[in-house]
């Protein structure tokens, strides 16, 4: 959630842009292609085809969206190997860009060598929340509950190599509480803590916000450096633990060696259009949050913080590559 550029800063590039050389216009002159390296219909997907629409209006050039669905290196590799002349683009996730360094041991692109930044879509924070029957409301509370019942407070989630697992593993270490996990995944975790199969469980901010606004769940803490509006009573994680943040995220980026100029009319337009109310709305109805891009070097400058983030999580969580 932290602002990565501000108005005056995109002001000054449009000027910029508007000052550049006619020859910089002439791109594009045919259909850019923006690889999404996830199956169609997830929330990647849909989250590339709102910025892709507004995106091709602004370029005058068709953007297509083209899904990679299985693992998401694969789609990653094929961007990376792609002609670096401006005419694809990598909608990338976090894990693509940054995490599967440290949780794989064989990776087919180098995240740091294969790319250009281009422009940052927005982050994807996760929440905790409670069964409301569970005598806690917040998260000071549950890791006093925790503390005084070790082992009995039941975590559902996915396993400890999914960012909601990591976090988990991250609330567990650094409050020093003992947690038991439950494997599960999605729709269905959320049902059983809303059920009390399980009492706690992290998830993406879609996924559990009709639930808290019911009142079927209370949210305890977020996973983003600020409160989001649309839990603005809940607490991040860190209002607790001190420097615990962690939080997915989509960026854009090219192969290496793709001219300045295509990328840098890029990220003017996706500075301009993340900014636009409309588009925002949409991103954030998928839990995505975005205010505005920054230049490429300040989204390189981002990647290096979330390089050295990562690189400290998976050493203190102990967690080997596969």
Known sequence: MRRMSSWGQIAALLICAAAAPSAAQSWPTRPVKMVVPQAAGGAPDVAARVVCERLAQMLGQPVQVENRAGDSATGAQAVARAAPDGYT?????????????????????????????????????????????????????????????????ALSGPD???????????????????????PDKGAQSVLDTIAGRTHVSVQSIPAIAGAVQRGELRALAVSSARRLPELPGVPTFAETLPGMELNGWFAVVAPSGTPREPIRRMNLELNSLLLDSDVSQKLRALGIYSEGSGTPDQVDAFFRKERDRWSVIVRELKIDPE
């Open 160 to 182: 400890r190599r999914t960012l909601p697992g990591i976090l988990g593993e991250m609330l567990r270490m650094r409050a020093g509480i003992s947690l038991m996990h439950v």
């Open 89 to 153: 683009y990598l909608f990338a996730p976090a894990s693509v860009l940054v995490a599967s360094q440290y949780l794989m041991k064989l990776v087919p692109y180098s995240a740091e060598d294969d790319f250009a930044s281009v422009a940052m879509v927005g982050i994807s924070p996760l929440a905790l929340v409670a069964n409301r029957d569970l005598n806690v409301k917040t998260l000071a509370e549950l890791i006093k509950f925790a503390k005084a019942e070790p082992g009995k407070i």
